[in-house]
Nanobody, 126 residues
Framework: VQLQASGGGLVQTGSSLSLSCVVSGLTLEYYAIAWFRQVPGKEREGVSYISSTDDRTYYEESVKGRFTISRDNAKNTMYLQMNSLKPEDTAVYYC????????????????????WGQGTLVTVSS
């Protein structure tokens, strides 16, 4: 199984970026998926999640209304559209997939996810 994340970069405050994660080795439509991020020296945190059963989504509080998670099962690809970026969004972003289809309100627990991408760096300048 491989998850290949891309789309990171250096942008200014208020800009947008779209992250992609191409998945191979598993059929993405059957898996709950999520994006996490990590700042050096801090723990990795859940950013957003989408189930495979009903496409229910959850977002970390600070990104609500600005980020949108989605999936294209035909392309076996997941996305994170990030708008109105802020310097505090600067981090390495990771895509992840879990073996279950639905995690609910525990979605941010990284122990639930068995498959991880390599990370893509997002830097937002002020």
């Amino acid at each position: 199984v491989q998850l290949q994340a891309s789309g990171g970069g250096l942008v200014q405050t208020g800009s947008s970026l779209s992250l992609s994660c191409v998945v191979s080795g598993l059929t993405l439509e059957y898996y709950a998926i999520a994006w996490f991020r990590q700042v050096p020296g801090k723990e990795r945190e859940g950013v957003s999640y989408i189930s495979s059963t009903d496409d229910r989504t959850y977002y970390e509080e600070s990104v609500k209304g600005r980020f949108t998670i989605s999936r294209d099962n035909a392309k076996n690809t997941m996305y994170l559209q990030m708008n109105s970026l802020k310097p505090e969004d600067t981090a390495v972003y990771y895509c992840a997939a879990g073996d279950d289809a639905y995690y609910g309100t525990n979605w941010y627990d990284e122990e639930l996810y068995n498959y991880w991408g390599q990370g893509t760096l997002v830097t937002v300048s002020s």
